[in-house]
């Protein structure tokens, strides 16, 4: 299916994205240091390395392996997962401006985290979160396929847009009268997960994440041949012979499955999934075999520094990881948009 | 596109209906007028409809419930008449002027500027008056849209549906975690989402005062552009060859956007859907003109914040059901309903 006549051409292109992939994880493996050296308790990056190597102290392992280690490779995780989710979403709707926020997914995912909230307000939730969020997207994804589907014509895109921002829409009117009965406490507590604040920050949530999200990933890695047919359009792709509608379905299952995990454990973090896609495809150009890994890797990038920021900006009082998601990557999105042709 | 080449071919019979259009309007004020009417007097107190008439026309400063009437039913029903006709205007001239029949007057960051000035101004000065947060909440609004405006203007390429569409959503994403972050930081969030639940219930004669002008202005203002809009909504490219200076005509039509949008969502919060559903109903009544199509909208949008306004006193009295929800239970089947059709005329 692929058009690789010109040979050259496409070394070239696997060159340049082999050097981008590589660069970014470079970087992300800097952040990553760094932030395993920000936080309330204060070490000197010297002491850092040496207790990575075991030879720090017990408190300091204790710092680092217990409370920070864990975080960041969640941070990770929820990055590469909620880019891809997005980049599937944009591919599949032939929709630049798909991602799993503004579909409504995570607004789903948040529904069910109120009602939690607000019948079992005396529970202790955190293990519960992530499940449940997951119930709400999943949920969400159903309902929207369910209504912009058609019997004959399946799935166009612009339907599955407009039907998923008037879920939004219902969603979040809903969740605005289940907000006024919190009590000040529950309702502190619910701001803060919608505004995305990383929830689960052990290890039994690192264990919880890792398979869904290296499983999807791989699974969406094996499938960005159907991918890059899917983007032609559909009309196109069904004259080259894909089963359209059965993979526009698990693909968006994938999506769905990838967002309702990381939000799940990182609060509803919106613009990774817009902002990942856009600056991988920008790096690596259009092909998905390339597009899949560079947007998990910005998505990872994207997040991991921006946690690193909510950490350190205000000490020591912690920012919600999505709104400074939002403040980097809303500008590095106008800029992309105004440079765009 | 089959109907606006109709248009084109200066055949708008086929696709703009005068005599529904009048129906409509006639009709709906006639609707209105007798919801207005009910509107003064259903609530936590029912009033007669006779005494609601004796208050408006013979007010006595004693009687409780003429002051009921006067003092919070009367503004409260007259709020919803405006901001219901300033949002479903501000929505169909978006709409016609970008193309986008998702366009509606939170995409413009009207409603995140007005959000992350309120938040400010919350956080930072307490006990202000109203009226300075009507007009802090309206700077907002502007500073929002001018961003979003002139990010798409200054784009390569120019001002595409598109590109206005992606600059509205990134910047009201900026704006609403900015607010996010100062209201989360300050503790005032549940402050912020009263606001942002929208609802009439707090509307007094002063806020009144400054939404009348403003709307008026604007209604004014887009039924002189609404030609305009119609040659705009038929295409950037037949726009420019029937002679239309495109930019300028985008240009009126965002600030026109502004006032009308900026002094509703300064009254009564973000309320969504009705910009984006009232146009939409009202095109699928009268067709492609804009000429009729505006104030259509108008009316038809000052119907349905009246009614849902109603709606939002009788579903759970003695408590009240935030308006932008009643709405939404409204609005959401009726766009679902618009969304699986398989035409959508703009």
Same mark, same amino acid.
């Given at each position: 299916m692929q058009m690789s006549?010109?040979?050259?051409?496409?070394?070239?292109?696997?060159?340049?994205?082999?050097?981008?992939?590589?660069?970014?994880? /470079?970087?992300?493996?800097?952040?990553?240091?760094?932030?395993?050296?920000?936080?309330?308790?204060?070490?000197? #990056?010297?002491?850092?390395?040496?207790?990575?190597?075991?030879?720090?102290?017990?408190?300091?392992?204790?710092?680092?392996?217990?409370?920070?280690?864990?975080?960041? /490779?969640?941070?990770?995780?929820?990055?590469?997962?909620?880019?891809?989710?997005?980049?599937i979403?944009q591919a599949v709707t032939h929709n630049p401006?798909?991602?799993?926020?503004?579909?409504?997914?995570?607004?789903?995912?948040?529904?069910?985290?109120?009602? %939690?909230?607000?019948?079992?307000?005396?529970?202790?939730?955190?293990?519960?979160? #992530?499940?449940?969020?997951?119930?709400?997207?999943?949920?969400?994804?159903?309902?929207?396929?369910?209504?912009?589907?058609?019997?004959?014509e399946g799935l166009s895109p612009t339907?599955v847009?407009?039907?998923?921002?008037?879920?939004?829409?219902?969603?979040?009117?809903?969740?605005?009268?289940?907000?006024?009965?919190?009590?000040?406490?529950?309702?502190?507590?619910?701001?803060?997960?919608?505004?995305?604040?990383?929830?689960?920050?052990?290890?039994?949530?690192?264990?919880?994440?890792? #398979?869904?999200?290296?499983?999807?990933?791989?699974?969406?890695? %094996?499938k960005s041949r159907v991918l890059n047919v899917l983007s032609l359009g559909d009309q196109l792709a069904t004259s080259l012979g894909a089963p359209v509608e059965r993979e526009k379905?698990?693909l968006?299952?994938?999506?769905?499955?990838?967002?309702?995990?990381?939000?799940?454990?990182?609060?509803?973090?919106?613009?990774?999934?817009?902002?990942?896609?856009?600056?991988?495809?920008?790096?690596?150009?259009t092909k998905y075999?390339?597009l899949?890994?560079?947007?998990?890797?910005?998505?990872?990038?994207?997040?991991?520094?921006?946690?690193?920021?909510?950490?350190?900006?205000?000490?020591?009082?912690?920012?919600?990881?999505?709104?400074?998601?939002?403040?980097?990557?809303?500008?590095?999105?106008?800029?992309?948009?105004?440079?765009?042709? | 596109?089959?109907?606006? $080449?109709?248009?084109?071919?200066?055949?708008?019979?086929?696709?703009?209906?005068?005599?529904?259009?009048?129906?409509?309007?006639?009709?709906?004020?006639?609707?209105?007028?007798?919801?207005?009417?009910?509107?003064?007097?259903?609530?936590?107190?029912?009033?007669?409809?006779?005494?609601?008439?004796?208050?408006?026309?013979?007010?006595?400063? @004693?009687?409780?419930?003429?002051?009921?009437?006067?003092?919070?039913? +009367?503004?409260?029903?007259?709020?919803?008449?405006?901001?219901?006709?300033?949002?479903?205007?501000?929505?169909?001239?978006? @709409?016609?002027?970008?193309?986008?029949?998702?366009?509606?007057?939170?995409?413009?960051?009207?409603?995140?500027?007005?959000?992350?000035?309120?938040?400010?101004?919350?956080?930072?000065?307490?006990?202000?008056?109203?009226?300075?947060?009507?007009?802090?909440?309206?700077?907002?609004?502007?500073?929002?849209?001018?961003?979003?405006?002139?990010?798409?203007?200054?784009?390569?390429?120019?001002?595409?549906?598109?590109?206005?569409?992606?600059?509205?959503?990134?910047?009201?994403?900026?704006?609403? $975690?900015?607010? @996010?972050?100062?209201?989360?930081?300050?503790?005032?969030?549940?402050?912020?989402?009263?606001?942002?639940?929208?609802?009439?219930?707090?509307?007094?004669?002063?806020?009144? !005062?400054?939404?009348?002008?403003?709307?008026?202005?604007?209604?004014?203002?887009?039924?002189?552009?609404?030609?305009?809009?119609?040659?705009?909504?038929?295409?950037? !490219?037949?726009?420019?060859?029937?002679?239309?200076?495109?930019?300028?005509?985008?240009?009126?039509?965002?600030?026109?956007?502004?006032?009308?949008?900026?002094?509703?969502?300064?009254?009564?919060?973000?309320?969504?859907?009705?910009?984006?559903?009232?146009?939409?109903?009202?095109?699928?009544?009268?067709?492609?003109?804009?000429?009729?199509?505006?104030?259509?909208?108008?009316?038809?949008?000052?119907?349905?914040?009246?009614?849902?306004?109603?709606?939002?006193?009788?579903?759970?009295?003695?408590?009240?059901?935030?308006?932008?929800?009643?709405?939404?239970?409204?609005?959401?089947?009726?766009?679902?309903? +618009?969304?699986?059709?398989?035409?959508?005329?703009?």
């Amino acid at each position: 299916m692929q058009m690789s006549t010109a040979d050259g051409m496409t070394h070239k292109r696997v060159t340049r994205a082999i050097t981008v992939m590589l660069v970014v994880s /470079v970087l992300i493996m800097i952040v990553f240091i760094i932030s395993m050296d920000t936080g309330p308790i204060r070490m000197a #990056p010297g002491e850092v390395i040496r207790t990575v190597f075991g030879e720090g102290t017990a408190k300091d392992q204790l710092t680092l392996f217990d409370f920070r280690l864990p975080r960041i /490779v969640i941070t990770i995780l929820i990055g590469a997962g909620l880019a891809v989710s997005g980049c599937i979403l944009q591919a599949v709707t032939h929709n630049p401006l798909s991602d799993p926020g503004i579909l409504g997914i995570n607004s789903g995912a948040g529904l069910v985290v109120i009602l %939690y909230t607000l019948f079992f307000p005396n529970v202790q939730s955190t293990f519960a979160l #992530p499940f449940l969020a997951f119930f709400g997207a999943l949920l969400t994804a159903m309902l929207i396929y369910a209504l912009a589907a058609k019997r004959r014509e399946g799935l166009s895109p612009t339907r599955v847009v407009l039907v998923g921002i008037a879920i939004a829409a219902a969603i979040n009117a809903a969740m605005m009268v289940l907000e006024m009965l919190l009590d000040p406490q529950n309702f502190q507590f619910v701001a803060t997960w919608l505004a995305g604040s990383i929830v689960g920050t052990d290890w039994t949530y690192v264990l919880a994440l890792l #398979p869904w999200i290296i499983g999807l990933l791989a699974f969406t890695l %094996y499938k960005s041949r159907v991918l890059n047919v899917l983007s032609l359009g559909d009309q196109l792709a069904t004259s080259l012979g894909a089963p359209v509608e059965r993979e526009k379905r698990l693909l968006l299952g994938v999506a769905v499955a990838l967002a309702g995990a990381s939000v799940a454990v990182g609060g509803a973090i919106s613009f990774v999934g817009l902002v990942g896609p856009h600056l991988a495809r920008r790096l690596v150009g259009t092909k998905y075999e390339f597009l899949v890994p560079a947007s998990a890797l910005t998505g990872a990038l994207l997040v991991i520094l921006a946690d690193m920021l909510a950490k350190w900006v205000l000490q020591p009082t912690e920012i919600p990881t999505g709104i400074v998601v939002a403040v980097i990557g809303a500008p590095y999105f106008l800029y992309l948009l105004v440079r765009w042709k | 596109m089959n109907d606006s $080449a109709k248009v084109i071919n200066n055949q708008p019979q086929a696709v703009s209906r005068p005599l529904i259009a009048m129906l409509v309007l006639v009709g709906g004020l006639v609707v209105l007028v007798v919801s207005f009417a009910v509107s003064i007097s259903v609530g936590a107190d029912m009033i007669p409809l006779s005494t609601v008439w004796g208050a408006v026309f013979h007010f006595h400063a @004693q009687e409780t419930q003429d002051q009921v009437i006067h003092y919070l039913r +009367l503004p409260r029903a007259v709020a919803g008449v405006f901001v219901g006709a300033a949002l479903a205007v501000a929505g169909a001239l978006m @709409q016609g002027m970008t193309r986008n029949p998702l366009a509606d007057p939170g995409l413009l960051g009207i409603n995140g500027g007005s959000e992350f000035m309120l938040a400010l101004s919350f956080a930072l000065f307490p006990k202000l008056s109203f009226a300075y947060l009507l007009l802090l909440s309206f700077a907002g609004a502007g500073i929002g849209a001018v961003l979003v405006y002139g990010l798409g203007a200054l784009s390569r390429g120019g001002l595409t549906a598109v590109r206005l569409t992606l600059a509205g959503a990134a910047i009201s994403a900026l704006l609403v $975690a900015l607010s @996010q972050g100062i209201a989360l930081y300050g503790g005032l969030s549940q402050d912020l989402t009263y606001w942002l639940a929208g609802g009439m219930s707090g509307t007094n004669w002063v806020q009144v !005062e400054w939404l009348i002008p403003c709307v008026i202005v604007g209604l004014i203002g887009a039924m002189v552009v609404s030609k305009s809009v119609t040659v705009l909504s038929l295409g950037e !490219e037949v726009a420019t060859a029937l002679g239309q200076r495109t930019n300028m005509v985008k240009l009126v039509c965002t600030c026109l956007v502004l006032i009308l949008a900026g002094a509703s969502v300064t009254i009564a919060g973000p309320i969504g859907f009705v910009g984006l559903v009232v146009p939409h109903i009202a095109r699928y009544f009268v067709g492609v003109d804009y000429r009729l199509i505006i104030p259509c909208a108008a009316v038809l949008g000052s119907l349905l914040i009246v009614l849902s306004d109603i709606g939002a006193r009788m579903i759970h009295p003695p408590y009240e059901v935030p308006l932008g929800a009643v709405i939404a239970l409204v609005g959401v089947p009726f766009f679902l309903y +618009l969304a699986r059709r398989d035409r959508r005329g703009l």
